[in-house]
């Protein structure tokens, strides 16, 4: 009886949950078309006004209380106390640069920034090159790529299981990694709990998911590489090996530092690895999890906040250069 | 003639270098690669005895397979904990709007900084480009307080609570923000690309922008939306912060490894649910999927 009742209401929930999404689409699309409407309408004067106000307006609101005002309200709270109260000066970050746990997120952070791109980009490279030459490369390349479609949760959770260690030593494995070390003559141990070991084995869950990225691009900036100059170096009898080092490498160098800042970022702001597999735990915590913790596990918004603010500052000469080389490359269009 | 031989030689030449050794690397990098994904797989199809007492790698000698894991993790609930089939509903309900509403107001802004004409264009590209330093992370809490208590300077109320919180709403608005800069920057770079003489050419037959941008640039960009949309469908499919941020208590996909903790028949299985939609949608448009993430990053 109370089963019953149960998976009615759960019905109820199930339909009004896909009215709602139906009504706000179409709120959403009826709105759109108003408003294009009604601006059809209008006369040219009007129009030479209006067109900022539909086209540009909403984008410029939402960068700007979405991205732009919360950016300087961190940087506020980061000189708060716990709930924004009180000013505390330098606390937070002197707090964050002598804490001993906080020291291992930052040399963490600092170990997942310089790893986890260059080996991205390092296999995804080898697997560009490789596949480049190959007759039916779809298959291989959609294997590598798969991951990335795979959420980091969904990542986590496979990797765990791979990692995974039995505590009874008369039991069998049902971990692969523990398995094959066993295989190998290696007495397996609990991976996922020795440091350093451990941010090792979680970089290797990023860099699994972003070598599909690194290849994928890589490989079109190889194949963007004019024959002629393959061509010309092979008659120059170039071996494989320099043919590699001395004409592909130097021609797409531009698309690697792309990739590598892309992915350095990203590992920057890693935080559903860590969450799934170790909650940052076993000292494997890294700058983006911690802020999570210090701002809605501990409550205190200030560290939190000068965190995030650490964070920003990592990731800004990144985004900084690729700027730069973005107004380059317009330019020179 | 000439050129077309020339071709053909290099054609010729490349298959003649096309080495068996890389191929058989890539194969066995490829192979690798996929071993972790299908040990999650065969292993959701056991039996939970079974997964408890012997790796995934036995059954190709001893096979053994039931669905009971995917009825039980999708229809069953466990204590407070609704069945899977619940958490389905709710991501949609999040993602289909996620999606929607960035991409619509992106290409607005993609054609205004493409083909209007006004001062500072350059410049606010580059700063909605730079936007993407912000990491989600910084946003957090300051959206967290605007959705929760609204807006007020001393007791002058400038953006109400609006009582939001808690429904799905924070959520697409979060989702709509944090993905506006790259949406922006990769339309962008696709629509400044139409030809110019198209464009011009409706302007002097008498159509405003927002006839150009009905009849011209929007069937035009369908290939690019097409591409973003895939992308931001499978980042907010994804997503685990923000919706543990502004869930409060909407259950996503994502979350629900916590709860099903140390049962590895129940843990699999429903890793597998939601890892299958977005590997789907992949593989069925992962022409546009790389496309999309080539616009900008390569130059043709």
């Known amino acids: 009886m109370i089963e019953i009742a149960a998976r009615q209401s759960q019905l109820e929930q199930a339909v009004s949950k896909l009215t709602g999404l139906t009504l706000t689409i179409l709120i959403f699309g009826a709105l759109v078309a108003i408003a294009f409407a009604l601006s059809e309408r209008t006369g040219e004067r009007v129009q030479r006004f209006l067109k900022y106000v539909i086209f540009l307006a909403p984008a410029l609101i939402f960068l700007f209380i979405g991205l732009v005002a919360p950016a300087f309200r961190t940087l506020y709270l980061s000189f708060r106390d716990a709930r924004g109260n009180e000013s505390v000066g330098w606390e937070n970050y002197q707090w964050a640069f002598t804490q001993p746990e906080i020291l291992d997120v930052l040399r963490n952070t600092g170990v997942w920034m310089i790893v986890a791109p260059i080996a991205s980009t390092g296999f995804g490279l080898l697997i560009a090159v490789l596949t480049d030459r190959m007759r039916r490369p779809g298959l291989v390349k959609s294997l590598i790529f798969m991951p990335m479609a795979i959420s980091f949760v969904g990542a986590g959770i496979i990797w765990k299981f791979v990692y995974q260690f039995e505590p009874n030593e008369r039991a069998p494995e049902i971990g692969l990694l523990s398995q094959v070390a066993e295989w190998f003559g290696f007495v397996p141990t609990n991976w996922l709990l020795v440091n350093p070991l451990n941010t090792f084995l979680l970089i290797v869950v990023f860099v699994w998911i972003q070598t599909g990225f690194a290849m994928v691009v890589l490989s079109a900036a190889i194949k963007a590489i004019p024959d002629e100059i393959l061509e010309a170096s092979m008659l120059d009898g170039a071996s494989g090996w320099k043919r590699f080092s001395r004409v592909t490498v130097p021609m797409i160098r531009g698309t690697i530092i792309v990739v590598l800042s892309t992915i350095t ?28 913790n210090q701002s809605f596990r501990a409550l205190n918004y200030g560290t939190g906040s000068a965190l995030a603010i650490i964070l920003f500052l990592g990731v800004l000469p990144l985004v900084a250069y690729n700027v730069v080389n973005l107004r380059r490359e317009r330019s020179e269009r | 003639m000439a050129r077309k031989l020339r071709k053909r030689d290099v054609e010729v030449v490349k298959t003649h270098l096309s080495s068996p050794w890389a191929s058989f690397t890539a194969i066995v990098i490829a192979t690798l690669w996929t071993i972790p994904t299908f040990g999650l797989f065969v292993t959701s ?40 089939s619940q958490y389905f509903l709710n991501t949609f309900a999040i993602v289909i ?53 609204g807006l007020h300077i001393g007791s002058f109320t400038v953006i109400p609570s609006f009582g939001i919180t808690g429904t799905f709403i924070p959520i697409w608005l979060a989702h709509t923000m944090f993905g506006l800069p790259l949406a922006i920057f990769l339309l962008h770079n696709f629509i400044a690309q139409l030809p110019r003489e198209l464009i011009e050419a409706a302007r002097v037959d008498g159509a405003d922008h927002f006839k150009l941008f009905r009849q011209i640039i929007l069937p035009l960009s369908v290939p690019a939306i097409a591409s973003f949309a895939i992308f931001q469908f499978l980042w907010t499919w994804n997503d685990l912060l923000v919706a543990l941020t502004f869930g ?53």
């Open chain 1, 265 to 292: 970022i990203g590992a920057l702001k890693v935080f559903d690895i860590i969450r799934t597999m170790t909650g940052g735990n076993f000292k494997t915590s890294v700058i983006a999890n911690e802020m999570y």
């Open chain 2, 45 to 84: 199809f056991r039996p939970s005895t079974g997964i408890n007492s012997s790796g995934w790698w036995t059954v190709f000698t001893n096979p053994e397979f039931t669905f009971t894991n995917y009825t039980r993790v999708l229809f069953e609930g466990r204590g407070a904990t609704p069945p899977l």
């Open chain 2, 97 to 149: 709007p996620s999606t929607i509403i960035p991409i619509t107001i992106a290409i607005f802004a993609a054609y205004a900084i493409a083909w209007f004409n006004f001062k500072g264009r350059n410049f606010l590209f580059f700063t909605i480009f730079a936007l993407q330093v912000i990491p989600l992370q910084m946003s957090l809490i300051p959206l967290l307080q605007l959705f929760s208590g």
């Open chain 2, 248 to 300: 409060g208590g909407k259950r996503e996909l994502a979350e629900m490894t916590g709860t099903r903790g140390g049962d590895w028949e129940l843990l699999t299985a429903g890793a597998f649910v939601s890892i299958l939609v977005p590997v789907a949608v992949f593989f069925a448009l992962q022409r546009y999927f790389v496309r999309g993430l080539l616009a900008g990053s390569v130059k043709g």
